[in-house]
């Protein structure tokens, strides 16, 4: 089955501990990208990969690092996490046909 | 900057109506755009992509109009069913060689199907 996987689904962190969210795509995609979903605010990209070794900002890199090791996998990584990252994390890769993003289940962060 | 709208309000229908969802855009000329369908708690679902040549797209129940003059895309969801009831998102997309055809959301609409 096609799909987009993240872990953890849920995290609970607080200020400072650095964390890794893990994501994971079978589908052979080169572009990937994160968002965080903040209510009003919608989703909002925080780093995009255009291939393995290809990474680049989105809207909201600040306080956020990625890396592209493999085609398949494209983790976020939070060197210091602040309240202000609580937020519904989304990995997401891009079909090659109609540029449509798959999405992951989501991750649910929170720190205190 | 650029600027989606989509209906600020939530909007509830009776089943068997028509839903039409607006998604209104300023400061952007979008190689495409995308509707996708979120339910409470999991991740977007891609449903339909029309390009900016081409004024409307069709899939079973769903159609969608792009009006380039109007900055416009209307998402219909015709013979409706409780089942259809989730937030609807609307995504603009830059050209691939810009950041990637990287895409900009608005915040959608929910839709509430009343049986």
């Known amino acids: 089955e096609a799909q987009v996987t993240q872990n953890p689904r849920y995290l609970i962190t607080v200020t400072g501990k650095k964390l890794t969210v893990t994501c994971s795509q079978n589908m052979n995609h080169e572009y990937m990208s994160w968002y965080r979903q903040d209510p009003g605010l919608g989703l909002r990209q925080i780093y995009y990969s255009m291939n393995v070794e290809v990474t680049d900002k989105g809207d909201v890199p600040e306080g956020y690092k990625v890396s592209r090791k493999e085609k398949r996998n494209f983790p976020l990584i939070l060197e210091s996490p602040s309240p202000n990252q609580t937020s519904l994390y989304f990995c997401a890769s891009r079909g090659q046909v109609y540029y449509e993003q798959y999405f992951g289940p989501g991750t649910r962060l929170t720190v205190t | 900057s650029q600027k989606i709208e989509q209906n600020s309000e939530a909007l509830n229908i009776q089943e068997g109506k028509t839903a039409t969802l607006t998604c209104n855009y300023t400061n952007y000329s979008p190689a495409y755009l995308q509707w996708y369908r979120q339910d409470p708690g999991r991740g977007p679902v891609f449903l339909l992509l029309i390009r900016e040549n081409e004024k409307e797209k069709r899939k079973e129940r769903l159609k969608v109009t792009f009006d380039t003059t109007l900055k416009q895309s209307l998402f219909h969801i015709t013979a409706s069913q409780p089942a259809d009831s989730a937030t609807y998102l609307c995504?603009?997309?830059?050209?691939?060689?810009?950041?990637?055809?990287?895409?900009?959301f608005g915040q959608g609409t929910e839709l509430s199907v009343k049986p």
């Open positions: 995504a603009l997309a830059f050209p691939l060689y810009n950041q990637g055809g990287k895409l900009i």
